[in-house]
């Protein structure tokens, strides 16, 4: 038997639409892409490139910029120089520039300052308001403040530091040889009196040792003496260490002697500080003697020159890393040396670390000045 299979002319006619619809959709997809050029594709994907390369680069400026940027008009100079630092600092992380030890590299410079020694390279400065107080002051010279706290009236030929020393030899003494300060990770220690230790590594001493490190890299040679004065009897510190610093210039002279001390404001939310570059360290403080309390210095006026004169080049290089300058009407031991002072580190709110690295700052400062 034969079987036939009938084929319904309906069912071909609609076959036949289907086709020729695939078959015209083909060419018009093929019409359309043969339009569209290949550097036409290349031009869009590189238009949307730069445009995600914009907006990172938007991104990173902003937050570049803090808050207070943002609250203030600031000025172009100051847009241009934010705009520079950033774009400087990608530069670096692009060449991948090796890490230095040399504390004065760092990312936003203002200028630079030739002094004996090499080049220095600034940053920006901004005193830290929190833990801090008001700076009081009634007397100026130049940018240098000062808070006379004696009944001597400052004429500006007392202030003007028209002085020269030598800064070949430094001493380097503690009065109050165990005044610390608020403990740390780094520098945790065993107490001896309220903010006051025997280890040496978390005291002003400790603080000392690095300053002298600073300045011999600097071809200053330095004579640190760590005796403790304060210990164990505190009242007498001063006529003991007269005895220390008058034997320390007999055997090696020179014009400057510091005693280095903590400020002794019993305040331990007082912590002074500065912001160098992206670095808090601790303000420091000159406290300058005279002839008022009745103790012989009649050389308190050349003191206080020379003191007027690192603090104008601190505020040249760092400025507010110095606090203003306190004459006060007491010797304090400073008619030992033409440029004997007190340099007083940061306070019993400040931690060793923000002690430790101011001393690279005032080393800098020191060599600085010729």
Request: proline share 3%.
């Amino acid at each position: 038997m034969v079987n036939f299979r009938v084929i319904r002319i309906g069912d071909i006619a609609r076959n036949l639409v289907k086709v020729g619809i695939l078959i015209l959709c083909f060419m018009l997809l093929s019409r359309f892409f043969s339009m569209v050029k290949k550097s036409d594709i290349q031009s869009f994907i590189e238009n949307r490139k730069q445009q995600i390369k914009d907006k990172t680069f938007i991104e990173c400026l902003e937050e570049n910029f803090n808050q207070d940027d943002v609250k203030s008009n600031i000025n172009e100079q100051n847009l241009i120089s934010k705009e520079l630092g950033f774009i400087t600092g990608q530069k670096r992380i692009e060449e991948k520039i090796p890490e230095t030890n040399d504390s004065t590299n760092i990312t936003e410079k203002t200028e630079i300052v030739t002094g004996n020694d090499s080049n220095i390279s600034l940053p920006v400065t901004k005193v830290v308001e929190e833990h801090n107080k008001k700076d009081i002051y009634n007397a100026t010279y130049s940018s240098v403040q000062i808070r006379n706290q004696t009944s001597f009236n400052l004429t500006q030929e007392m202030l003007t530091p028209n002085i020269t020393f030598d800064k070949s030899n430094i001493i380097i003494f503690h009065t109050h040889t165990s005044e610390s300060y608020t403990p740390s990770e780094a520098y945790p220690y065993t107490a001896s009196g309220n903010f006051r230790t025997l280890d040496t590594n978390a005291s002003v001493v400790g603080v000392g040792n690095e300053l002298t490190n600073q300045l011999i890299q600097k071809n200053i040679n330095v004579v640190h003496d760590a005796t403790f004065h304060d210990y164990p009897e505190y009242n007498g510190a001063y006529t003991r260490s007269l005895r220390t610093a008058q034997g320390l210039i007999a055997t090696t002279p020179a014009d400057i002697v510091i005693d280095l001390h903590r400020d002794a404001i019993a305040d331990s939310s007082y912590g002074p500080s500065v912001m160098i570059g992206d670095e808090k360290v601790a303000q420091l403080m000159f406290v300058m003697g005279s002839s008022e309390g009745g103790l012989s210095h009649p050389n308190w006026i050349n003191n206080l020159k020379i003191a007027i004169k690192i603090q104008e080049k601190a505020n040249e290089m760092y400025p507010g890393l110095f606090k203003p300058i306190l004459l006060s009407k007491y010797r304090y031991n400073e008619h030992l040396a033409k440029g004997s002072c007190i340099i007083e580190v940061g306070a019993t709110g400040n931690t060793m670390d923000e002690c430790v690295a101011s001393m690279k700052y005032l080393a800098n400062v020191i060599s600085a000045i010729e």
